[in-house]
């Protein structure tokens, strides 16, 4: 029998603090609904302390979530355990993950405290989510950079206080492979009362090497993985879930242990995370990128043909590429409708939100022929988007776009409860739109991404556009799709704007994260 690796998902905490990628309430449901699915072991619902929406959201996570252990991270501070302990009161099973910062440079120069100090507050630390739950994790911030004779003390000690994981972050992409797993390998070896938890590892991705050193740390003895979907995360982001729990599988007769992750899955939660966070997966991207299972070269091809293994490693069904799916189009019933969205993992709050979203679906329906799942998750977005309380809301949009002049475009907003009027011209007809409506908002925010994306193939498939603002440090990220992708530039925007107009910010208590 192999041993367990233990599969901790963090694209509700780490992967929201991507610029532009923060969640709502009910979309952070939506995904731990999907990592449940997934089979994912523990799910990092979010930072309970950073604000009233972060607490509030891992609350609805944690009462939402039966089969998977739900998370909340917290600094090494009275008040951060208390209210994630509180967050975690309605789960299932709970976990609290508290951390502190170990390096000595970030010791001396972010908490200014001596190394005693900082074991002290370790321990406190652990003790008291011990009231809380029996499941205690403890991460000594900055790892990769810290003297291992005092990773040794201060581990072994958070053990003795009842810390039943101990994770070593790589919280800023600096160790190599075979580094970091002999430090796995000594903490192990040097602790005295190792044997008393389980190593669990947290790799960051500014050299790339985020899953190879995550790898490396479980080939050392490391029987934890914290890591994202699509590898979404601070900065470069984090290992990447679906390559780590692949590698493991494919691999099975170099690692020594095995998941519980049912890879069918993958690829539905990587579409969704997509999907709800604007980053687009890149085609070439392992496992779930577009082109991870396609094949150009004619000797690959006739391979293939031969033979699936000549070129292939892994099959596309185990990931979920050719599951087998009910196709949607203008005929099918209410019933079917509900049906597939409530595969999808998703519930309607109420009758008013199964219509509106039923009506959205009939309309799409008469633009094209078939309505994919990809789709029907752009629908629900869609949804979720509008049954929010936005002071603004795209009302019409008229374009002109013609060989030899200057493209116009005339946008009426409902602003409040006034729709007012904007032109404006432009190089071209989505340039002109998103002028116009500056015009009406007046926000000042400075455009830092405009992506587009085919939702699915062909003509009349749905494009799918993020567009990212910046104002004063703010950075928020909007999301509009439509079979026109000038319609749906101008719903990205006006979901943007509504955005950076919510008064709330998303705040991080921490100055570097784990």
């Not at 490391?222 to 493991?248: P, W």
């Not at 033979?307 to 990931?319: K, Q, V």
């Not at 309380?389 to 409902?414: F, N, Q, W, Y």
């Not at 006034?418 to 908002?441: H, R, Y």
Request: proline share 3%; aromatic share 4%.
């Amino acid at each position: 029998m192999k041993q367990p690796l233990i599969i901790f998902d963090t694209t509700l905490r780490d992967g929201e603090q991507s610029p532009g990628a923060s969640m709502t309430r009910d979309e952070k449901v939506r995904i731990a609904r999907a990592l449940e699915r997934l089979r994912v072991d523990v799910i990092e619902a979010g930072f309970p302390a950073a604000s009233p929406g972060d607490f509030e959201a891992v609350q609805a996570v944690a009462k939402a979530i039966k089969d998977s252990t739900v998370c909340g991270l917290a600094r090494a501070l009275d008040q951060d355990i208390d209210r994630a302990g509180t967050a975690l009161k309605g789960a299932e099973r709970s976990r609290i993950h508290t951390f502190i910062a170990t390096s000595p440079i970030h010791m001396q120069m972010k908490l200014h405290m001596t190394p005693e100090q900082v074991i002290d507050h370790a321990v406190r630390a652990v003790k008291r989510a011990r009231q809380y739950t029996d499941d205690v994790e403890f991460s000594p911030e900055d790892a990769g950079r810290s003297e291992e004779d005092f990773l040794c003390r201060i581990l072994e000690a958070v053990i003795e206080a009842g810390a039943r994981t101990l994770n070593i972050p790589d919280t800023v992409g600096y160790s190599v492979p075979q580094q970091f797993g002999n430090t796995i390998a000594n903490l192990i070896a040097r602790i005295p009362n190792s044997d008393r938890a389980i190593f669990s590892v947290h790799c960051h991705n500014d050299l790339g090497l985020a899953v190879a050193n995550s790898l490396a740390a479980v080939l050392n003895g490391a029987r934890q993985v914290e890591c994202t979907i699509n590898g979404l995360g601070e900065r470069a982001g984090n290992a990447s879930l679906e390559e780590v729990v692949m590698a493991v599988r494919t691999r099975h007769d170099v690692f020594p242990c095995e998941t519980r992750i049912d890879t069918r899955e993958i690829l539905t939660c990587s579409k969704l995370v997509s999907t709800i966070t604007g980053f687009p997966v890149q085609p070439n991207k392992a496992i779930v990128g577009a082109n991870a299972f396609a094949h150009e070269s004619g000797i690959h091809q006739d391979g293939v043909l031969k033979s699936r293994e000549t070129y292939e490693i892994m099959r596309a069904e185990d990931i979920g590429w050719s599951a087998n799916r009910m196709v949607l189009g203008k005929h099918s019933g209410r019933n079917a409708f509900k049906s597939r969205i409530a595969e999808l993992g998703f519930e309607f709050a109420s009758e008013e939100e199964i219509n509106a979203a039923f009506a959205r679906f009939k309309e799409l329906a008469d633009k094209k022929h078939e309505i994919f799942d990809e789709d029907l998750q752009a629908i629900i977005s869609e949804s979720s988007v509008e049954a929010e309380d936005d002071d603004i809301k795209l009302i019409a949009l008229k374009v002109c776009s013609e060989t030899g002049e200057t493209p116009r475009a005339k946008v009426t907003l409902r602003i409040g409860n006034q729709e007012t009027i904007g032109t404006a011209e432009g190089s071209g007809v989505v340039d002109a739109t998103l002028k116009a409506i500056e015009q009406l908002v007046q926000t000042g925010a400075t455009l830092a991404l405009y992506s587009v994306n085919n939702i699915t193939n062909g003509t009349d498939a749905q494009g799918e556009v993020t567009v990212r603002l910046e104002k004063s440090g703010r950075i928020v990220n909007g999301l509009g799709a439509d079979t026109d992708i000038v319609v749906a530039s101008a719903k990205a925007y006006v979901n943007a704007v509504n955005k950076l107009h919510n008064p709330e910010k998303r705040w991080h208590p921490q100055k570097g994260e784990v």
